[in-house]
Each structure stands twice: as C-alpha cells, then as structure tokens.
C-alpha cells in the first residue's frame, strides 16, 4: 500500500522543458465503451501498415486488457488501485485523481515522449471519464502544455452510432460533443463509432447522412411524442438544438473499425486536421505520403453508401474481396473484414 507522500501533489516539482522536436498525433477520447481502446490498436496497425512509426501512449490506469504494447503507460506514474484505496476514492474519483496527478507531474510525461523515435506518430489513449472533456481542466491543461511543445495533436472523440436510435440521446451526445470542443481546444474530429451496429437498437428515422452531418436536428423533435408528461422534455431539447445548431461546429464521420476504407477516411481527416499533412522535417515514404492523401474525393461521392449497403440496409450485399487500390497491400488486425 502507497504512502499519503506518495500521491502528494507535485506541481513545484514541474521545471520548463527544452523545445522537444515537432511530432503529430492525435489524442483519443469519448465516452466510457465508446471504442477508443480498439480505435487506438487498429489505427495503430493502419498507420504501421501504410509504413508511419508509431508510438502509442496509454494515458487510462483502468485499461486492463488492450490489444497493444504501450511505449509510455500511466501505470508507471501512477496506479489506479492505489490511489483509490490511499485515497478513498470510488474507480471515477480516482480516475480523475490520476489524471490531475499526471498534470502535476507532467515532467514525467515529457522525459517519456522525449526518449520516443523522434518520427514517431502517438497515438494517446483516454479514460472514458466524460467529466475530464467537459468541466475538469487536467486534460486540457496536458494537451496545452504537449502543444507548446510542438506537439501536433488533434482530438479524436468517439462516440458510440447506437445513439442514433434514441433521438434525445443524439442530441445529448452532440451537445457533449460541442462542450468537449469547446473545453478540450485541439483540432477536433468526432467519430461515430461501431457503424456496423448503427441499427442495432433499431432502424434510424432518417439517413445516415442526416446523423453525420448534424444540420437539421430540429427534425429529431417531431419523433418526440406530443403528450404532457413529455412537453417539457420536449421544450428542452428544442432549446438544446438551437444550441447545437447556432454553434455549428458538432458533425461526425462515421467509422468501424471493421473497415478499413472508413478508419483510412479517418486518420486523412486527422491529417489535414494537426497539420501533419504538411509535416516538417519528417522521415516520409511515399505509400504514407498516399496514405495521408489519397481516397478524399473518392469518399465524397457516397459519404455514407457504403455503410448503408453492408450494415444498414436488409439487402445483405456485402462488398466482398479486395478494393484494388494501396490498402489492399496493407496488413492489420484481425477484426477487419471486407
Ligand atoms: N462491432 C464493433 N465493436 C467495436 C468497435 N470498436 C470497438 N468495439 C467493441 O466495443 C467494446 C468497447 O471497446 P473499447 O475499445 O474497450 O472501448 P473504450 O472506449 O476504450 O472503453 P473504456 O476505456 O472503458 O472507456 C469492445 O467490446 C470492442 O470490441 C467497432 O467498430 N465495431
Ligand atoms: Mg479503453
């Protein structure tokens, strides 16, 4: 069992670091299940596959099982047991816990990313603590202090695509969204993840399309029922679209990691996001320069064709074999399927 010292707070101890060399990246987050681990471990593989290094770092002490090896692991820092049980706190208490204590250490953190490959792509995987995106600044003020470290980053939140099913629920996660864009203040993309199961808690109201692009969500209101027990129910999401809606800033890109083409969409979006499509000084061959590259225009005809045809629609066509394009030289995970 820890001392009380050992968790103590440690924010005298933070010294400025020398410039650390330009790296890009993108930090994972979203809610607790939402596929950040498996997102991590499959973009990993992608990336490796088109030919980037890439380092991973695990910034959750509640992952347990993961399908990749960490290069920087929070557990070295600090562990969640342990501080749970020296602090008497619950598994959330703690995780926020262990997030303030790396912010207060973060000299730990920067000593590890200064000893990575200096080419390395991160990859940065999250608790799924929704606090920590939206009012708690731990996060934020770890993000920040990596970016004047010229640190490219750009958030990736993961949000689960069976709340297209439930109407409030959808407007509850684009409003979570938005908060977590405006408090988190990195180059933002939001996914909405697991698309092969969109439809399993029911068919959708509308497109896919519609859900992706978040631009009438005032139309979600007519699937409330009209009655009194629910009229004010009603009256607050309509004032939370408004919201949504005035802000404009909340779509999403749908993606499962049983498609490569959609993780691909993905990390090209995240690309011209932190910039890394105009890198500096990096090491770049040219099937990863293809990587970040190729595909765009290609996606922009049917953004969500494909995802209707395999996962949507009870036509059961399945794309079957290989897309005769650079991917299919790519090797990943078993989890893939065509
Ligand atoms: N069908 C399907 N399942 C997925 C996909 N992505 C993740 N999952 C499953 O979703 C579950 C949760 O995934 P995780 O990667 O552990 O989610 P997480 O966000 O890291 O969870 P926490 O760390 O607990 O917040 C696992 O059973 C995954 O196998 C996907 O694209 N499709
Ligand atoms: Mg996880």
Redesign the pocket.
């Known amino acids: 069992m820890a001392s009380d010292d050992k968790f103590k707070m440690a924010s005298d101890d933070v010294k400025s670091k020398p410039p650390m060399v330009t790296r890009f990246g993108q930090i994972v987050i979203?809610?607790?299940?939402?596929?950040?681990?498996?997102?991590v471990t499959n973009m990993a593989d992608l990336l490796r596959g088109l030919g980037r290094k890439v380092a991973i770092i695990n910034l959750?002490p509640?992952?347990e099982k993961v399908g990749y090896t960490a290069d920087i692991e929070i557990s070295d820092l600090v562990s969640l047991e342990e501080v749970m049980e020296t602090m008497k706190l619950g598994p959330n208490g703690g995780l926020v816990y262990c997030m303030e204590f790396l912010w207060e250490n973060i000299s730990w953190l920067e000593d590890q990313i200064a000893g990575l490959d200096k080419n390395c792509y991160i990859l940065l995987?999250c608790?799924?603590q929704v606090e920590l995106y939206t009012t708690n600044d731990a996060v934020r003020d770890i993000v920040t202090r990596l970016t004047k470290l010229d640190i490219r980053l750009c958030a990736v939140n993961?949000v689960d695509s069976h709340y297209c099913s439930d109407p409030g629920k959808f407007i509850s996660v684009c409003l979570t969204s938005l908060s977590t864009m405006l408090q988190i203040e990195l180059p933002h993309v939001n996914v909405l993840?697991?698309?092969?199961?969109v439809e399993k808690y029911g068919k959708l109201q509308f497109n896919l399309d519609y859900y992706t692009e978040v631009l009438d969500l005032e139309y979600l209101l007519d699937c409330f029922p009209e009655d009194n027990f629910t009229k004010k129910y009603r009256a607050l999401n309509e004032a939370l679209t408004g919201l949504i809606t005035d802000y404009s800033l909340v779509n999403f890109m749908p993606?499962?990691?049983?498609s490569k083409e959609r993780m691909l969409a993905v990390s090209q979006q995240v690309d011209k996001a932190n910039g890394y499509v105009f890198g500096v000084g990096e090491e770049r061959n040219v099937r990863n320069l293809m990587g970040s590259a190729l595909g765009g225009a290609d996606f922009e005809w049917a953004k969500t064709g494909d995802l209707r045809t395999d996962y949507m629609e009870a036509s059961g066509e399945k794309a079957e074999g290989y897309f005769n394009n650079d991917l299919d030289k790519v090797d990943i995970g078993p989890?893939f399927q065509f």
């Open positions: 979203g809610p607790p299940g939402s596929g950040k681990t498996t997102y959750d509640a992952n995987d608790p799924g993961l993840s697991k698309v092969d199961l993606m499962t990691i049983k989890d």
